[in-house]
């Protein structure tokens, strides 16, 4: 049996949603349990393998679906300045070296090719840069080896990526895919796929899962049709991660879901269960589903995660009406709502404190 957690992206700053799969990936293991996490979003920024291991994971429990169909394993970065060079055959102008980025000038050839590295002290990069005639033409990622390339175009006084090639050990091609703005077409030696959704699906196709294996989708904006109609004998969970639904504009006879999880929903007989964070939420999700859709699906109550016992303080010692927030300072946590809030609360209640734990792009406003 295999557990596999889909989602979408990952980064430096992840959300709860991300640090899930994370938590059941450490129980799994000690369960001595296989899981898997499959990341769909097109990652540019940063070999997924530094975000993943920051997060906890293995590399062998990571499956990005760029990278899938190619030969390259996830793997710490380690392709080289010294490795670059071996690849290029041009006479060299000139050097220069600033912070990060690495400048190779062939003068003769009105070529510029900017290696990024992975800090200002090491020779180890991520990505090339290649200008040609003061018209940006490549970019090539690098893992321990060519990941992939993006080929461009100037468009509108821009440059913008009409390609992408994704390579194999030996350098010969797995995948392309040809892009027109927002669209793309995949192309294999066997087949033509023209969507990202066909991609998911042959994605979900090549893993050949079975009734022993378990799918649990975190993220599903864009890819939950392709998960919903292929994830072939394996059984779907849905993970519900936040509020379900808008209590303004439900009434009686209609409810508003979550633009997250409507679709999930709207389908609720396509999957065998959905999994809350607390037995709230569930009960009141079955509820729901009995008095809107007159469905009534499976759903557990499964805490994203515990503590085995509570540490510092006794009850008895405890601050009297103190207030704690922990999360991303994220706009969506609306954590200036709270702040509010309890500005209003101290006008009743003048011992009334909040401290508030975390980092974010809101820091400065909610300290202000």
């Not at 600033?98 to 590295?117: E, P, Q, S």
């Not at 893992?143 to 913008?160: C, D, G, H, V």
């Not at 079975?210 to 975190?218: A, G, H, P, Q, Y």
Request: glycine share 4%.
């Amino acid at each position: 049996m295999t557990l596999y957690n889909i989602n979408l992206g990952i980064g430096w700053a992840s959300s709860g949603v991300e640090y899930a799969p994370a938590y059941r990936a450490s129980v799994l293991r000690e369960l001595g349990l296989e899981s898997k996490i499959i990341f769909t979003d097109m990652i540019v920024t940063e070999n997924i393998e530094h975000l993943t291991a920051n997060l906890g994971f293995r590399d062998d429990e990571i499956i990005w679906l760029y990278s899938f169909f190619t030969d390259v394993k996830i793997a710490k970065t380690s392709f080289t300045l010294a490795d670059l060079e071996k690849t290029i055959d041009m006479p060299l102008s000139r050097v220069e070296r600033t912070g990060k980025a690495v400048r190779y000038f062939y003068d003769d050839n009105d070529m510029l090719i900017t290696a990024y590295a992975n800090d200002e002290t090491r020779d180890i990069i991520q990505r090339v840069e290649y200008v040609s005639k003061g018209v940006l033409v490549r970019k090539d990622y690098f893992t321990y080896t060519r990941l992939f390339s993006e080929y461009y175009a100037p468009k509108n006084q821009r440059a913008e990526v009409y390609q992408r090639t994704f390579f194999n050990e030996d350098g010969t091609d797995a995948c392309t895919e040809n892009r027109d703005g927002d669209n793309s077409v995949f192309i294999f030696k066997d087949r033509l796929l023209y969507s990202k959704d066909e991609l998911v699906a042959y994605m979900l196709e090549r893993l050949k899962l079975t009734e022993n294996d378990i799918v649990i989708l975190d993220r599903a904006t864009g890819i939950g049709q392709s998960v919903f109609q292929h994830h072939c004998k394996a059984r779907l969970a849905v993970v519900i991660h936040a509020e379900h639904f808008s209590e303004n504009s439900t009434t009686n006879k209609t409810i508003l879901w979550s633009n997250y999880y409507e679709y999930q929903f709207t389908n609720s007989d396509k999957d065998d269960a959905f999994i809350a964070s607390t037995d709230v939420q569930k009960n009141l999700l079955e509820h729901q589903f009995s008095q809107y859709t007159n469905r009534h699906p499976k759903v557990y109550t499964i805490p994203v995660g515990s503590l085995e016992r509570l540490r510092g303080q006794g009850s008895d010692q405890r601050k009297p009406y103190s207030l704690v927030t922990a999360s991303r300072l994220a706009s969506e946590k609306h954590i200036d709502w709270l702040v509010q809030a309890v500005v209003l609360a101290h006008q009743e209640l003048l011992e009334v404190t909040l401290d508030i734990y975390g980092s974010g792009g809101q820091e400065a406003l909610l300290r202000d």
